[in-house]
């Protein structure tokens, strides 16, 4: 099923997908992911995160992005990321803690699913987020 939205360096995609965004054969594509270490298991899948594809193919100077709102993902948004099986998905981000009470709604901080598959033990408290805003406030609200 295609996206509509443009390809993000926070892209989790499976094997095939990556190897035909590179463009290469898929022995070639398969070969070159695992020589470079860009292949992670994530819940029992073979899964790329696309910015670290792209991030070996050029320069290491490259600044990280800055935070985002966008960073601040409901449960139902970080399963459709992870373009995977959403049951294994979701008891994936219940092993690895991932999931955040930020006042009454549960959360997903994408950069600690990105760290997580990566293996890297760092994690974000969400009080560090400013959270979307999905609506303007009322007049009566802003400051």
Do not use: C, F, Y
């Amino acid at each position: 099923m295609p996206s509509s939205r443009p390809w993000s360096p926070e892209d989790v995609l499976d094997i095939p997908t990556a190897i035909a965004r590179l463009d290469l054969p898929p022995a070639e594509g398969r070969r070159w992911l695992h020589a470079h270490h860009l292949a992670l298991r994530i819940a029992g899948h073979e899964r790329v995160i696309w910015g670290d594809v792209t991030a070996a193919l050029r320069p290491p100077e490259a600044p990280d992005r800055p935070w985002s709102g966008d960073d601040l993902l409901t449960i139902t948004e970080t399963l459709d990321r992870l373009r995977m099986n959403h049951s294994a998905a979701r008891a994936w981000l219940h092993k690895q803690d991932l999931i955040h009470r930020v006042g009454h709604a549960r959360r997903v901080i994408w950069r600690d699913v990105l760290r997580a598959a990566r293996g890297d033990d760092e994690r974000t408290h969400p009080s560090e987020l400013r959270p979307r805003i999905r609506r303007p406030l009322p007049l009566s609200n802003r400051i």
